[in-house]
DNA sequence: ATATCGATTATCT
DNA sequence: GATAATCGATATG
């Protein structure tokens, strides 16, 4: 029977390998809201973990700067970067201060705030399929989401303030895949990219689904 | 000051 | 499978 507790997961949370988190992270669900209103909701199907110093894939790994100074900071916050001149991507810092890591968010099964999200991707949803569309990529969750700017950079994902979080509604997650991380050009045979098997909304090429 | 490239996506062949 | 779109960060002169 699942949980309808919506708070956001604690700060101890994130507060681990980013490994560790990220396998965990699969099946919680991302949500846009406030307290009296949740407006966006959908269910992490994809992630990736990124290291620190000893992973080269990482943008942390050269050490901290101005844009990747929210990896080196407390764990919980998003970590939100512009990429080919056009797309945002979402990642939620891990480990304590001083030691950086992160896990991307790839794709989500959208839950509820589906015509919202549409509305913020700049599609319509008409046929069946148009669904599938919406968050299942980390340049178009971010669009969906309204994350479209670095405002949300460094807010704290433990919190409701800044209208974005994270919670567990108690569901159960089946089949947990592990593959080589998609995009890079280093690295590239880690397998620290987590998905649930065979879920539609999953991004990257249909071998790694 | 200029060149290169990226944790992507949409569109075309 | 290949490529254009588009710009900030980073490397190099």
């Known amino acids: 029977m699942p949980k309808r507790d919506l708070r956001p997961l604690p700060r101890s949370f994130f507060d681990r390998d980013p490994r560790r988190v990220a396998r965990d992270l699969l099946g919680k669900i991302l949500i846009r809201g406030s307290r009296t209103k949740i407006s966006m909701a959908a269910r ?5 973990a990124y290291l620190g110093f000893k992973d080269p894939a990482a943008h942390a790994f050269r050490g901290m700067t ?5 990896l080196f ?4 916050h998003a970590y939100v970067y512009f990429i080919y001149g056009m797309h945002y991507c979402l990642n939620v810092s891990c480990q304590p201060s001083g030691t950086p ?8 099964e959208p839950i509820a705030g589906e015509v919202q999200m549409a509305k913020q991707r700049g599609i319509s ?5 148009d669904l599938l569309r919406l968050t299942s990529g980390p340049g178009k969750l971010t669009e969906a989401f309204g994350i479209t700017s670095k405002r949300d950079n460094g807010c704290d994902l433990t ?3 800044a209208g974005l979080w994270i919670a567990d509604d108690g569901s159960s997650v089946g089949r947990i895949r592990r593959t080589p991380r998609i995009g ?8 620290l990219r987590f998905l649930l098997a065979g879920n539609p909304f ?8």
């Open 44 to 48: 992490i199907v994809e992630v990736e």
């Open 159 to 161: 919190s409701l303030s």
């Open 125 to 129: 949803i008409t046929h069946r399929g």
């Open 73 to 76: 900071g407390p764990p919980g």
């Open 184 to 191: 890079i050009r280093v690295a590239v045979d880690d397998p």
């Open 202 to 209: 999953v991004s990257g090429p249909k071998r790694l689904r």
């Open 66 to 70: 101005a844009r990747n100074s929210v």
């Open 101 to 108: 890591g992160g896990v991307l968010f790839r794709a989500l």
